[in-house]
């Protein structure tokens, strides 16, 4: 079996509107779209996504909650309906994907060897949370890769940003390791907003753009100066400033998967390619991705 | 925490809204005393919910009135509008202990009156009506725990996270004077936990206990304060409890049922208190 290799990594936001904007036959509501400029950055990804052909795709989310260590989806065929609860008159999606059960099993024992607390999820009853369900839907509506879902371990708001982030780094390491051992050509997303102050009050109807903008201008410019270090691939000076980006933009890549993502590929010094920034009910939100077989840092298939 | 009011007709919808609230509760929304009752430390929790559950049903309340800490809401205060609530929920967290079945009826009527109410003090409410909407943990605990056999219709609200202490017992006091209107018996019941430091690794669940010693000092002091119904000397420590403890959510449920209460109580039952895993949850009566 040859080595396996991390090819790729996406930032892959998971605002339930996009689903909604798009009008996809899962998704019951209807729109009039909405939200164009990030959905067509979407298309965009799965355009390379699909070049890459992956075997795998990994997604952490923070909308399925964990206290007691990183949970891994462990059935292998998951369906059934998933309702938002916080917007659930734009988002009840019929959902049916395929787990890599045996990649995820791999990754939750590296990760326990690794000293982290990791467990499987075995009931074939679970609810599959939005936010995965929303940015495998953005990056491959077609449903054909097989998946590993991660949970969020709410250690960056139990114990500090830092200690939690730490944890998202070996979470990440873990990942890298055993998708190496496994032979799989892995893409790892990461379901995150930036800056995410956002509006009380839902316009209606939801998808009018007139009122659309980012909640506040301090939050905007922290994304624009996170996306342009990006941009540049300046990757170790990302990481520096990120604790005052989440605090100053009480930004979700607290959650952890911007930086589990980072650690699985290995925290390139790689330019990231944006497809496209946008905000969600004032919410940031960049769909942006790092590469690998482009910058030669991975095997094309 | 301000424990006074003032206003016209205050008086009137005191006495309304004492009517009104035939019981009033405090339990735990973790769902391990429920899938896990014959582990020892969880089993007194279990009983003390059943306990509550006989202590409710002698009240003979029309409707029982759930506010979860672990509904969160964002953008409004949710209520749960859809006639019947019916399917099964596996917990995010602790789904290898199995599925929690529902069955519940939504009160309409009263759920229906109260959510245009709640816009006289700034509060925008909306109702929830769809299949598979994801009901939470803590609602269905307090629902399965005591409300057997779906007898009594309910009334469910979310936890708004920007909501203050304030605001939420507003809103139980709110929906203690819709219900009074309307001559409507109610039961509430605020769901969620005391002190919030947890285990975050595996640990043997027949030796659970509350994680810090300093917390369970605490949990029992604010017990006993309930207990004694001294709410002067509660509402004094409550900020700082709050905040050295952890306690879950700012611990609005409490404010919840303190405002469907008036924030008059004689005393507590406490039919139970106990960890899980390393937090606090207390099955508490309030006695009016």
Same mark, same amino acid.
């Given at each position: 079996m040859s080595k396996g290799e991390v090819i790729a990594g996406y930032l892959a936001p998971h605002p339930p509107h996009l689903v909604y904007g798009e009008?996809? @036959?899962?998704?019951?509501p209807r729109s009039r779209g909405g939200w164009e400029t990030l959905r067509w950055a979407y298309e965009r990804a799965r355009a390379t996504l699909d070049e890459l052909k992956p075997d795998v795709l990994l997604v952490h989310s923070p909308?399925?909650?964990?206290?007691q260590g990183h949970h891994f989806l462990g059935v292998k065929e998951l369906s059934g309906k998933s309702v938002d609860p916080i917007f659930p008159n734009i988002f009840r999606y019929t959902f049916e994907l395929e787990v890599d059960v045996e990649l995820a099993e791999a990754i939750c024992h590296e990760a326990g060897q690794m000293g982290l607390t990791a467990k499987m999820?075995?009931? @074939?009853k679970f609810r599959v949370d939005y936010g995965t369900i929303t940015t495998l839907h953005m990056i491959?509506?077609?449903?054909d890769i097989p998946v590993v879902g991660i949970s969020a371990n709410n250690s960056p708001y139990y114990l500090t940003t830092q200690e939690g982030l730490a944890e998202m780094d070996v979470l990440g390491r873990a990942t890298r390791k055993s998708i190496e051992a496994s032979g799989r050509r892995a893409v790892v997303l990461a379901s995150n907003t930036l800056c995410?102050?956002? !509006?009380s009050k839902e316009p209606e109807?939801? *998808?009018?753009?007139?009122? *659309?903008?980012?909640?506040n201008m301090e939050g905007y410019l922290w994304d624009m100066r996170i996306i342009d270090l990006l941009r540049r691939g300046h990757i170790k000076e990302t990481f520096d400033i990120l604790p005052r980006f989440i605090e100053e933009? !009480?930004?979700?890549?607290k959650s952890g998967a911007f930086t589990w993502m980072f650690s699985a590929m290995d925290y390139p010094e790689l330019a990231g390619e944006l497809h496209g920034y946008g905000t969600v009910i004032g919410t940031g939100n960049a769909v942006m991705e790092w590469n690998l077989v482009k910058a030669g840092l991975a095997k094309a298939a | 925490m301000e424990s006074s009011q003032s206003g016209i007709g205050k008086s009137r919808l005191n006495l309304i809204n004492l009517m009104s609230v035939v019981s009033a509760f405090l339990i735990p929304g973790s769902p391990l005393p429920y899938l896990q009752q014959d582990n020892p430390p969880w089993r007194t929790l279990a009983e003390a919910m059943n306990s509550a559950s006989v202590s409710l049903a002698r009240s003979e309340p029309d409707t029982v009135v759930v506010y979860s800490t672990q509904w969160i809401a964002v953008l409004d205060q949710l209520w749960q509008t859809q006639p019947r609530l019916e399917g099964s929920h596996v917990d995010e &967290?602790?789904?290898?202990f199995g599925e929690l079945p529902y069955d519940i009826t939504i009160d309409t009527e009263l759920t229906a009156a109260i959510i245009p109410i709640t816009g006289t003090v700034g509060i925008r409410s909306k109702g929830v009506n769809y299949n598979?909407?994801?009901?939470?943990t803590g609602t269905i605990i307090a629902a399965n725990f005591l409300n057997p056999g779906s007898l009594r219709q309910m009334t469910i609200t979310s936890n &708004?996270?920007?909501?203050s202490w304030d605001i939420t017992k507003e809103l139980g006091r709110l929906t203690a004077q819709v219900a009074g209107e309307m001559g409507r018996k109610v039961a509430i019941v605020g769901v969620g936990g005391l002190?919030?430091?947890?285990?975050r690794d595996i640990i043997d669940i027949s030796e659970d206990?509350?994680?810090?010693e300093s917390d369970d000092a605490w949990n029992n002091k604010i017990l006993n304060l309930m207990k004694a119904g001294d709410s002067d000397a509660l509402y004094k420590v409550l900020p700082s409890y709050i905040e050295e403890a952890k306690v879950d959510m700012g611990f609005k449920h409490l404010a919840f049922i303190l405002g469907s209460i008036d924030e008059q109580f004689s005393g507590a039952t406490i039919y139970g208190y106990g960890p899980l895993y390393g937090a606090g949850g207390a099955v508490v009566e309030f006695h009016t």
């Open positions: 009008n996809p @036959p899962q998704n019951e909308h399925w909650i964990t206290q999820m075995r009931n @074939p491959r509506p077609q449903w995410h102050y956002h !509006f109807p939801p *998808e009018d753009m007139s009122q *659309e903008h980012p909640e933009a !009480f930004a979700e890549v | &967290n602790w789904h290898e598979a909407f994801p009901v939470d &708004n996270v920007y909501h002190s919030g430091s947890f285990f206990r509350i994680a810090r």
